[in-house]
């Protein structure tokens, strides 16, 4: 997620009693580690949680490359 949309989950989740808007900081300030995670990574920004899902799906059932 980008810095700004990190801040919108937040402010939304901190509505709905989920977390704590104050632990927005830490968020923000390990958010450059995860970028540097040898990993496939899955942007869920401006997309509604079927999409993910369908997105998420699709990769597990692609078959690896040789």
Do not use: C, W
Not at 23 to 30: P, Q, V
Not at 52 to 59: F, P, V
Request: charged fraction near 25%.
């Amino acid at each position: 997620a980008t810095p700004s949309e990190l801040k919108r989950h937040f402010e939304k989740d901190s509505q709905n009693g989920i977390r704590e808007f104050n632990d927005l900081a830490g968020a923000l300030r390990r958010l450059p580690m995860y970028q540097k995670i040898n990993s496939i990574k899955i942007s869920v920004t401006n997309s509604s949680l079927q999409e993910s899902a369908n997105h998420l799906i699709a990769l597990l059932n692609a078959k690896p490359e040789k």
